[in-house]
């Protein structure tokens, strides 16, 4: 099949980048089972450094960004879907060096797509995307690790963004009492709307260098890494536990080892790209279950055309975007 269709690509020129709607082939999709007709991505703070040449991210241009995408199945060599199953992707290799979400359609292995559940719409999983799926895997985590709502407050940093913003609502909505860390003084009301029970500034952050601070948290939600998930882990309680999924801030982590042995604290590490399908697909579950979110739609910063959405990259790689930015990919 060479039938043609709307597709955003990054191009590389003298070392700028830039992205732009084009006009691609299926057969230049790469090899794999199932080709997906994508109705919705989104944009995650990845896609922006994929799309600004980030080669720890995407190591060869031309490239279509997008490590989200669901839609329906337009056929699957592996025999697991039927064509037109509702489906979605997100992580593994899709829109890093595989062409991804910001097209009409992928092409990607059987193994790396989840059957979308019944009580959940094509629009509502790209609205959660890869933020709802990590903040899932985040709170997953800290419940694991033995953290309950009648234990104090927990803390999330980097709150307006997608994990943050989502990790907000979802805590709230297991009964937590969330404290949102934002650099975005104009956002606290959105943030309480979304659930959290009151809002700190950045500075809340700093730790002029102490090796412990004042016990505070139950549990943690850290999108920044760096100083302020170093602060965040000194001012854990007693036994609570840190999830630490993001590096927005920094990849350095400046601490002693005095909150582990001293304070019994643990350090949950979060990855949602390359976790096991059956494992993404419960978190999808719950997501779609108990877990459902009643406020999701308030998550929504902006919906987006393709043609639309490369105005947007320069925005988040800033810190500016509050909440989720929906991208409609095909009708
Ligand atoms: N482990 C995984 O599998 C996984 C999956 C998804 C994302 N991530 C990572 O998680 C982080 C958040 O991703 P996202 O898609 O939610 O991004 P995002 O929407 O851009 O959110 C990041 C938020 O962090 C805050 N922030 C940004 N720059 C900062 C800085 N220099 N210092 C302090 N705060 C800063 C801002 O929130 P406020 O203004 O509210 O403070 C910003 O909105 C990224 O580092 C991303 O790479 C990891």
Redesign the pocket.
């Known amino acids: 099949m060479s039938e043609m269709f709307s597709a955003l690509l990054t191009t590389e020129q003298a070392g700028q980048y830039q992205t732009a709607l084009v006009q691609r082939r299926l057969d230049e999709l790469p090899p794999g089972e199932v080709l997906i007709r994508v109705q919705w991505s989104s ?7 994929s799309a600004s040449g980030n080669k720890g991210v995407t190591r060869q241009y031309p490239h279509t960004p997008g490590i989200d995408a669901a839609g329906q199945v337009v056929s699957d060599d592996s025999g697991t879907f039927a064509e037109g199953t509702a489906v979605l992707v997100t ?1 593994y290799d899709l829109g890093m060096n595989t062409a991804g979400g910001y097209g009409e359609y992928i092409r990607v292995p059987a193994g790396w797509v989840v059957r979308l559940p019944d009580t959940l719409d094509v629009r509502e999983a790209m609205l959660l995307g ?2 709802g ?2 903040a899932g ?1 985040c709170v997953q985590a800290l419940l694991d690790s033995g953290v309950t709502p009648e234990d104090g407050e927990v803390l999330v ?10 990790s907000v609502a979802l805590l709230a909505h297991l009964g937590f009492s969330v404290v ?5 003084d104009d ?1 606290h009301d959105w ?1 309480k709307a979304l659930g959290a029970a009151s809002c700190v500034g ?1 500075e809340a ?1 700093a730790d002029a260098g102490r090796p412990m601070l004042k016990p505070r948290w139950a549990g943690a939600v850290d ?4 100083e ?1 998930l170093a602060s965040v882990i000194k001012s854990t309680a007693y036994g609570g536990s840190v999830a ?7 990849t350095d982590l400046p601490l002693s080892v005095f909150p582990f042995i001293l304070r019994n604290v643990r350090l949950l ?5 390359e ?1 096991p399908l059956a494992a993404k697909a419960a978190i999808w579950q719950r997501l779609a279950t108990d877990w459902r979110l009643p406020q999701l739609e308030q998550v929504l910063a902006e919906e987006v055309s393709l043609q639309a959405l490369p105005g947007w990259f320069e925005r ?9 930015v929906l991208v409609r990919v095909s009708g």
Do not use: F, H
């Not at 944009?43 to 450094?49: E, S």
């Open positions: 944009m995650n703070y990845k896609d922006a450094l992580g890869t933020a799926l990590t895997l940093t980097g709150a307006t963004g997608g994990v943050g913003s989502l949102a860390a934002t650099g975005k956002a943030l950045r952050l999108t920044l890494g760096g302020p630490c999924c993001g590096l927005a801030a920094s590490g979060v990855d949602s790209v976790q988040i790689l800033a810190g500016g975007v509050r909440g989720r």
